[in-house]
């Protein structure tokens, strides 16, 4: 069997930032057929830790932070669901004085942002706004609307409010192959028992760690590895942290739900094939020793889960946001590294705003692919 549609815009991939640029562009009334082979936010976009931070970013990525921290702020009008989203606060924690001196230089180059970073550092100032951290930590960073949110959540419930509000959404539909017949791009796709072809005069690649090769195909092509996170979740634990925590100089972070599991990360683990990952007891052996130092209160917690999940990175950490250099009417948004959660509305919206205006009012000229390209023959 075979099912032919057409559309303004074809995407492929419905993680968040698919879902996200579907829903958006619905909002600017666009058609939409959204591609995705397994189930949408299935991948990264739902198995991620869930830090919902602006605080840590490069400089360049925060004016689109910001506009996805003001996305954030009216997830229930949006997609009917906050998602267990809560600013709860994102404190960086510095285990030295040079740690202390990096998060103050950070503090000042982002001060025009609006972050409004408050910067702790003493015994006297610790005992009173973080009295469970352990004897290695000497100050930090606290960023009081950063927060928190279950991806789990969050990542479906975007593809279900696009799907609302009138994008034809397509799971279980893996990409085959894509063209362009001279006047639209047209994507076959194979769902469940019949065949798919989507006739769009807009392609937008959001394919997370399989974009590279939908780029590739339009001479665009893209250093992108695959990083393998390690994440675990504790026991319920009395509730005894507020804020979402990272370490000045990465290695370990964590985060208390209200329930009083403990979701935590760092380390890598490892690769099956092009589809899966695995979790690493090593890292996991490694990160608890840690977080016990910085957290006592994590002693002796059981691990009931660890997971992972297939990132895509790229060698500048910086992802590939915005039109294609070679084929006009693609867009990418790809390659974020681990941190694209929070960035998820605000490119969704940027990207919508792209196809449908031909600009955007957020500087996005960083992320251009054309960084990787060698100059036009």
């Known amino acids: 069997m075979r099912e032919q549609l057409a559309c303004d815009v074809a995407i492929i991939g419905g993680g968040i930032m698919g879902s996200a640029t579907a829903l958006f562009l619905r909002r600017r009334g666009l058609t939409v057929t959204l591609l995705e082979r397994d189930l949408c936010g299935s991948r990264s976009s739902g198995v991620n830790f869930g830090g919902v931070r602006r605080q840590g970013r490069s400089i360049e990525q925060l ?4 506009r996805s921290h003001q996305i954030w702020g009216r997830l ?19 285990r030295s004085v040079a740690d ?32 469970m951290g352990g004897d290695q930590i000497v100050g930090g960073s606290l960023c009081p609307e950063d927060g928190q949110a279950n991806p789990r959540l969050l990542s479906p419930a975007f593809a279900r409010a ?30 469940h028992d019949r065949d798919l072809e989507v006739k769009a005069s807009a392609l937008v690649n959001c394919a997370g760690a399989w974009a590279a090769q939908f780029a590739a195909q339009w001479g665009e092509p893209v250093p992108m590895f695959t990083i393998p996170p390690t994440m675990g979740v504790t026991e319920p634990l009395p509730f005894f942290l507020p804020w979402s925590l990272g370490v000045e100089g ?3 972070y964590c985060r ?79 390659g974020f ?29 960083p992320f251009s692919i054309q960084r990787f390209l060698p100059p036009a023959a």
Do not use: C
């Not at 696009?162 to 034809?168: I, L």
């Not at 509305?345 to 500087?363: F, H, K, Q, S």
């Open 250 to 252: 990465g290695g370990i």
């Open 256 to 334: 208390q739900v209200r329930r009083g599991n403990v979701v935590f990360g760092g380390g890598r683990g490892y690769v099956l094939d092009d589809q899966r990952a695995r979790s690493s007891h090593v890292a996991i052996l490694r990160q608890l020793p840690q977080l016990a130092a910085l957290l006592p209160q994590l002693t002796g917690a059981h691990i009931i889960r660890t997971w992972s999940g297939t990132e895509g990175n790229l060698p500048d950490d910086q992802p590939v946001i915005g039109p294609s250099a070679r084929r006009p009417g693609l867009f990418h948004a790809f």
């Open 162 to 191: 696009a799907q609302a509000a009138g994008a034809d959404v397509r799971e279980h539909a893996p990409v085959q192959s894509v063209e362009h017949d001279g006047a639209r791009f047209v994507v076959h796709a194979r769902q």
């Open 76 to 94: 229930t009008e949006l997609i009917g669901t906050e998602a267990e989203y809560e600013r709860s606060g994102h404190f960086k924690i510095a």
């Open 100 to 131: 202390m001196e990096s998060l103050a230089g950070y503090a000042a180059r982002s001060e025009g942002f609006g972050l409004g970073l408050q910067l702790i550092e003493g015994r006297t100032a610790l005992q009173k706004y973080f009295p």
């Open 63 to 66: 004016p689109l932070a910001q």
């Open 337 to 365: 590294a681990g941190a694209g959660f929070q960035l998820g509305p605000g490119v969704g919206d940027v990207m919508a705003e792209l196809i449908a205006e031909g600009r955007t009012t957020t500087p996005i000229e």
